[in-house]
């Protein structure tokens, strides 16, 4: 799924967890049937693209070690999710990272302990690794304290939402100068 490029003038980055900041959060959602935009999502992610800023969804996602969906069933929700962003609101997202591993997860290929995994910074430092970001203006976007702790290693600025509209929490934080 990466589209990452090299090099070029560094941007801020909008880092979005998925399940309770982008969709709500119906518990393991792998398949487009299950999935059901935040109110104002689509309009963030075209406001933040409008900005200049790169946009990426970097989501633990455990439902993939848990049997609930495949790994295939993920990326195909994911390229859903892009499509109908698209349609819906002309937004884009840049580049997605997902974590599937758990350190006790019921299937033994996906049973890990990384670092990609929030509160781990990894999903977040890959991004930063492989697009030109400036860390300084950038920030992440969680529902659960998980994500603004991997902001925080990271070096980022992280928010909580706490539900509502994304693009009316999301609005004033665009014109801000931001810094963990």
């Known amino acids: ?32 049937e299950r999935f059901d935009w935040i109110d104002g999502a689509p309009e963030a ?24 969906f495949t790994q295939a069933q993920f990326h195909d929700l994911m390229a859903y999710i892009r499509a109908d962003l698209a349609a819906r609101s002309g937004g884009q997202i840049d580049d997605i990272r997902h974590c599937p591993f758990l350190p006790d997860a019921p299937l033994p290929e996906w049973r890990s302990n990384t670092d990609w995994r929030k ?8 991004l930063m690794q492989h697009w030109p970001v400036d860390a300084r203006r950038s920030l992440m976007i969680g529902d659960k304290e998980s994500d603004l702790q991997a902001a925080a ?8 939402f ?11 934080l665009l014109s801000q100068e931001t810094k963990p």
């Open 1 to 32: 799924m990466s589209t990452a490029r090299t090099g070029g003038q560094l941007r801020p980055a909008l880092f979005l967890d998925r399940d309770g900041v982008v969709n709500h959060d119906h518990g393991y959602v792998g398949t487009p």
């Open 45 to 68: 992610i075209r406001r933040a693209n409008l900005a200049g800023y790169f946009v990426f969804l970097v989501t633990n996602q455990s439902g993939i070690a848990r049997g609930y």
């Open 119 to 126: 509160p781990g910074p990894g999903m977040l430092v890959d």
């Open 153 to 160: 290693a990271a070096g980022i600025a992280g928010h909580l």
């Open 162 to 172: 706490s539900g509502g509209d994304l693009d009316v929490f999301l609005t004033p």
